[in-house]
């Protein structure tokens, strides 16, 4: 790697490597979200096949970060026909070399496919005919362990600019005028956030990338972390710029090895271009990154306790002001944006403010990448203009809800957020239409759930998970959350009181008003926005001890129809319990005493004998 | 072998002060990052470990515990040589990953947090493995298992059991 010195020397390595000879194919596989399922044995046998054919030197693997449709993984790309094949495995690798590379067909079997129909394009695929990918633009595109890959397709353009040629403030300006606001959750406009640190005083200031990605539902910091680190880097060192710190943080979970390890790479191999450290590209500015890694708290993506974390503390939130902008890292000016708020800096100052600002709504400006999971077809990343839908994302993008069942709500936000129902499916999504439904954007994790869903379950789920992540620091949040999952226990456990419903909206308010930070105000959220919009389901549970979506185990009941049973005995030597008696060709019973209701018989039953109620 | 027995296994002062000699512990040290390398180097935190690291960074072993205690990812006791995950995240909890969860604690005969009799595996759960396109999941070491169902847990543990003798 070389060592640049200028910008212009940036733009001449881009123009090199620009030139350098294309291969007639690149095949394009997801090899981190899909390393759960055989990406890398994919991309070997892709390398060995190759190499055994001798066609080298003609075709290039490229081990790739997150196409997105996780709901196809293993996930490959084929260009330049744009060719999107899902589900490959190392078996379908001979196919691929020796019909898609050599003869230049298509494999309907490994094709995306609508009514039976092979649909072979990505650019045809549903799931991306309906996306923006702006941010996403080259996740799943270059090589994230290459530098030159990146560089090769724009990457540290934007900065260079910046630094060349741009005065601090007038950076500062354009990010405000784009409107751009943190993607983390809490949707502070960005441009405000860097003018307030850099009018602080204090030497050094810091900046912090937010890699804390706690949230459960949530995986698109992740994937661009994993996928297309250097744009994160670029987006911290404009930031830096326009607030003049010279050391930056990157903050990452450990639960995510890929993305330690991909950001540790790309941050010694932009060291190495002369792209951070001292006098970068000539230009006099000096910035580094290090990185620290989490150790398991999920309170730790808020902001304090994160800066408490980074300096080797307990990491315990503390009241704000001052905010970190004043008395941040070592109590010098810092701050602190997400992942994909950084990875957003860069577009803007590509496309300009004013492009930047063309899609969104009056108060949210840009894209939104969304982590599509739970009761939907097409699970993975979706990137979207601020704005849309419910039922763009969910059905036009997501393919809708599997097993021919009903949309029931959408939760938004995770922990902190709280569940749309089905009603609001045609409202425009931006920061201020969420809350006003008593969600949150939050990462922006969308959970789809259907009518099987239990909504005080996934109430009692999200207390229980904020119950479990309280710091403990103030009792607002360490006793209440408790008080309200003993209540929520009672309830899906069969022996709710009728006062429960107001007790949880008095100490949810409660809790709401008086917690120390971001977790504890939050919390209560989930718990408030289903007795909002399912009040009847808890009422179900309470008085009738019935679970309308057939969720909660104590509420149920297992039989087994004498009529429809055959007397297979399978279901009897499944049963974890032995609560399963009956002989050999006669219709069994399930002893109520011992069953678990973990449902194992109704599993394997292969006469639809077992009933649930 | 008894819990107590492989901890009388552990590494001796030597071995420690080798160890914190290689990371340059001192006063100027990140108590996280120490902690954290500590941990990789002999697979938890020996109490003696503790005690040295303390000394050396001049912070009370109060703090040093108060912090490691915090963090999930801290612990002072060995565990079993294959670690368990499972994720009890939104997406996995809507597809069943509580139904997966009873099925692995049956199979162990343990509960979560908690390390088998003898020794093969230790299990906790997650709050999510940013996986959720394959939920219910769950990771044994470094290997992800997705789309689970509990009647497919038994092969699956079998298979690291089997390894493991």
């Known amino acids: 790697m070389k060592r640049l010195h200028s910008i212009s020397d940036l733009t001449?390595?881009?123009?090199?490597?620009?030139?350098?000879?294309?291969?007639?194919?690149?095949?394009?596989?997801?090899?981190?979200?899909?390393?759960?399922?055989?990406?890398?044995?994919?991309?070997?046998?892709?390398?060995?096949?190759?190499?055994?054919?001798?066609?080298?030197?003609?075709?290039?693997?490229?081990?790739?970060?997150?196409?997105?449709?996780?709901?196809?993984?293993?996930?490959?790309?084929?260009?330049?026909?744009?060719?999107?094949?899902?589900?490959?495995?190392?078996?379908?690798?001979?196919?691929?070399?020796?019909?898609?590379?050599?003869?230049?067909?298509?494999?309907?079997?490994?094709?995306?496919?609508?009514?039976?129909?092979?649909?072979?394009?990505?650019?045809?695929?549903?799931?991306?005919?309906?996306?923006?990918?702006?941010?996403?633009?080259?996740?799943?595109?270059?090589?994230?362990?290459?530098?030159?890959?990146?560089?090769?397709?724009?990457?540290?353009?934007?900065?260079?600019?910046?630094?060349?040629?741009?005065?601090?403030?007038?950076?500062?300006?354009?990010?405000?005028?784009?409107?751009?606001?943190?993607?983390?959750?809490?949707?502070?406009?960005?441009?405000?956030?860097?003018?307030?640190?850099?009018?602080?005083?204090?030497?050094?200031?810091?900046?912090?990338?937010?890699?804390?990605?706690?949230?459960?539902?949530?995986?698109?910091?992740?994937?661009?972390?994993?996928?297309?680190?250097?744009?994160?880097?670029?987006?911290?060192?404009?930031?830096?710029?326009?607030?003049?710190?010279?050391?930056?943080?990157?903050?990452?979970?450990?639960?995510?090895?890929i993305a330690v390890e991909h950001t540790k790479l790309a941050i010694a191999q932009a060291r190495e271009a002369g792209l951070l450290g001292g006098n970068i590209l000539g230009t006099g500015v000096n910035f580094d990154i290090e990185t620290r890694i989490g150790a398991g708290a999920f309170v730790c993506g808020e902001e304090t306790a994160l800066i408490a974390s980074v300096e080797g503390r307990r990491g315990m939130p503390r009241p704000r002001p001052p905010f970190p902008a004043v008395a941040g890292l070592h109590g010098k000016p810092t701050n602190i944006n997400n992942v994909e708020t950084w990875a957003n800096v860069?577009?803007?100052?590509?496309?300009?403010?004013?492009?930047?600002?063309?899609?969104?709504?009056?108060?949210?400006?840009?894209?939104?990448?969304?982590?599509?999971?739970?009761?939907?077809?097409?699970?993975?990343?979706?990137?979207?203009?601020?704005?849309?839908?419910?039922?763009?994302?969910?059905?036009?993008?997501?393919?809708?809800?599997?097993?021919?069942?009903?949309?029931?709500?959408?939760?938004?936000?995770?922990?902190?957020?709280?569940?749309?129902?089905?009603?609001?499916?045609?409202?425009?999504?931006?920061?201020?239409?969420?809350?006003?439904?008593?969600?949150?954007?939050?990462?922006?994790?969308?959970?789809?759930?259907?009518?099987?869903?239990?909504?005080?379950?996934?109430?009692?789920?999200?207390?229980?998970?904020?119950?479990?992540?309280?710091?403990?620091?103030?009792?607002?949040?360490?006793?209440?959350?408790?008080?309200?999952?003993?209540?929520?226990?009672?309830?899906?456990?069969?022996?709710?009181?009728?006062?429960?419903?107001?007790?949880?909206?008095?100490?949810?308010?409660?809790?709401?008003?008086?917690?120390?930070?971001?977790?504890g105000q939050t919390a209560p959220n989930p718990v408030l926005s289903t007795l909002r919009w399912f009040r009847d389901e808890y009422e179900a549970h309470i008085h009738d001890r019935r679970c309308p979506a057939g969720a909660c185990r104590k509420l149920l009941t297992y039989r087994i129809d004498a009529q429809k049973c055959k007397g297979c005995t399978v279901c009897a030597a499944n049963c974890p319990a032995g609560a399963i008696v009956g002989e050999r060709k006669r219709p069994h019973a399930i002893v109520l005493e011992k069953c678990v209701r973990c449902g194992a018989c109704s599993a394997v039953c292969r006469f639809d004998a077992v009933v649930c109620e | 072998m008894t819990q107590s027995s492989l901890a009388a296994a552990g590494p001796s002062d030597a071995e420690i002060a080798s160890a914190l000699d290689r990371l340059a512990v001192s006063p100027a040290s990140n108590l996280i990052a120490v902690l954290q390398e500590v941990q990789e180097k002999f697979g938890y935190l020996p109490a003696p470990a503790l005690k040295e690291i303390g000394r050396r960074t001049r912070i009370p072993l109060s703090r040093v515990y108060g912090v490691l205690s915090f963090y999930a990812q801290f612990y002072t006791e060995p565990r079993g040589r294959h670690t368990v995950r499972c994720c009890r995240g939104t997406a996995c909890h809507v597809r069943g990953a509580g139904r997966v969860l009873d099925a692995v604690e049956r199979e162990l005969g343990i509960g979560e947090g908690e390390t088998t009799p003898d020794l093969v595996f230790y299990l906790e759960t997650v709050a999510c493995l940013g996986t959720c396109f394959l939920a219910p999941v769950m990771m044994i070491d470094n290997g992800y298992f997705g789309n689970l169902a509990p009647e497919s847990i038994s092969a699956i543990l079998g298979s690291y059991r089997s390894k493991a003798t």
């Open chain 1, 12 to 257: 001449r390595w881009r123009n090199e490597l620009a030139a350098r000879p294309r291969p007639d194919a690149v095949v394009r596989v997801c090899s981190t979200g899909c390393r759960a399922l055989g990406a890398l044995e994919v991309c070997g046998a892709l390398e060995e096949e190759i190499a055994r054919r001798g066609l080298g030197d003609r075709v290039r693997v490229v081990r790739a970060g997150c196409h997105g449709l996780c709901a196809g993984a293993v996930a490959v790309v084929v260009d330049p026909q744009g060719v999107f094949y899902q589900g490959v495995k190392a078996s379908d690798v001979p196919d691929i070399v020796e019909q898609t590379l050599l003869a230049g067909k298509t494999i309907d079997r490994l094709c995306w496919s609508s009514d039976g129909q092979a649909v072979p394009q990505q650019q045809d695929v549903p799931f991306y005919k309906h996306q923006t990918r702006r941010v996403l633009r080259h996740c799943g595109v270059v090589d994230p362990q290459s530098i030159e890959d990146s560089v090769a397709h724009g990457a540290y353009a934007a900065a260079a600019a910046v630094l060349g040629s741009r005065q601090p403030e007038d950076v500062i300006a354009e990010v405000t005028r784009s409107g751009l606001r943190g993607r983390g959750g809490a949707g502070f406009p960005t441009g405000k956030k860097w003018h307030l640190a850099r009018q602080a005083t204090g030497d050094p200031k810091y900046i912090i990338c937010n890699a804390d990605e706690g949230d459960p539902g949530a995986f698109m910091d992740r994937a661009l972390l994993e996928g297309d680190p250097h744009l994160v880097i670029e987006g911290m060192i404009i930031g830096a710029f326009a607030i003049e710190a010279r050391h930056g943080v990157i903050y990452v979970r450990a639960e995510y090895p």
């Open chain 1, 346 to 519: 860069p577009r803007v100052i590509e496309m300009g403010a004013e492009a930047y600002a063309s899609v969104g709504t009056d108060g949210s400006k840009g894209t939104k990448i969304f982590a599509l999971a739970g009761k939907v077809t097409s699970t993975g990343l979706v990137e979207v203009p601020m704005g849309a839908t419910l039922r763009r994302i969910v059905f036009d993008i997501g393919g809708g809800i599997p097993a021919g069942r009903k949309f029931k709500a959408a939760q938004m936000g995770g922990p902190s957020g709280g569940c749309v129902p089905a009603q609001y499916l045609d409202l425009p999504i931006d920061y201020d239409s969420v809350k006003a439904v008593g969600a949150i954007m939050g990462s922006g994790g969308l959970i789809v759930m259907d009518e099987a869903t239990c909504m005080v379950d996934i109430a009692r789920f999200f207390t229980d998970f904020c119950q479990k992540e309280s710091c403990g620091k103030c009792s607002p949040c360490r006793i209440g959350t408790r008080r309200m999952l003993e209540i929520l226990n009672r309830i899906t456990d069969g022996n709710g009181e009728p006062e429960d419903i107001d007790r949880l909206q008095r100490l949810g308010e409660m809790i709401r008003e008086t917690s120390l930070c971001g977790l």
